[in-house]
């Protein structure tokens, strides 16, 4: 059920060609990629909430499971004096139209191909499947939100080591031949575990990404830890005494005996 459900998302989610500004479109590739992104079908209004209060800059509205992870990780970094600032949720879940207007938004100064690595086409963003967010940092400290800079401040360290613990990934890691340009900012929530309340769901969403592209750092499955069995030395039967060997056994016996 659960399997045929995503993948009705994932047909749904795939225009014939992806909408640009200007009633431009570019080309859907044989895997349904447009300029290096996948394909995602919008979630529901009713399937996201808010992000809690004070974690992020603007409105921010997530799946329930998403949005529960992110508050823990944004405690925690609260919490951790190597964030030297405070993180916050920049940009989370965006509509179509959102996505568009942050598409065209990038275009004046660049191609085609360079809009694309800076900003997916509509109907192929992570953020509109509600499992997506974009991290930024207070204070900026002269760099501006959503640029590679981000990556060399402590705040982006702690994320890269912290992040999966809290079931978040770096969809686009640096040099990732899905063509999609290096976001440090970019993280996509995927459950701690295969078994995390809502984590199968956003799995099989993020699957043809996550085996063809694979995230860094990416969530881990964690395996059971199995104590390792005993250690038995293997001691091999003894061997049965041929009748020779019993005779002399029983004469040396009783020479014994007559000693004694
Ligand atoms: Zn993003």
Redesign the pocket.
Known sequence: MRRHLAALILLAAAPAEAQLCNSASVPIGPDGRALGHFPYGEAAAADLVPAAPGIALGACRLRPEAAADLQRLLTAAAGDPAVQGKLYAF?CHRSLAHQQATFCRTRQSASGSDRAISAAPPGHSE?SSGY?L?FTVRPANGCPDAEACMAAKPAFRWLIANAPRFGFEMSFPISNKQNVKW?PW?WRWVGTSATAPGAARARLLFARARAAFPASPAVIPLLPKIAPPPFVPIVAPPRPETKKERRERERRERRARDRT
């Open positions: 940009s953020h997506a974009d976001e970019h």
